[in-house]
């Protein structure tokens, strides 16, 4: 599976959690993703730099906020999916999430 595949598929399926996700999937999803959210965040910080209107720079702000929003859903799915393929329950997300709540407090 290759990663504009693994992408539209993730989004294809925020809201199914059956099933299973592959490992190119799930790997290819988050870097893009990843990818797609550091460049909005490194265009709002060039648009800074060079003093463009804050209301302009709102918009790029609130562009990125809806797209990091949506993007939660498909990743939380995804998520899902991958530990039912390896073999995990679903309450495994809970420790996760428990453990990146106590690491960033």
Known sequence: MGPIEAFT??????FTYGGKATRAEYGWFNL??????FGGYVLICAAAIF???????QILFNLLLIYVIASAFPNQSI?????????KKWTWILLALSLSL???G
């Open 9 to 14: 598929t993730a989004w294809r399926k925020s």
């Open 32 to 37: 893009i993703n990843f990818i797609a959210i």
């Open 51 to 57: 003093s463009v209107d804050i209301e302009e720079l």
């Open 79 to 87: 998520v899902v999916r991958r530990l039912r393929d390896i073999g």
């Open 102 to 104: 106590v690491s960033s």
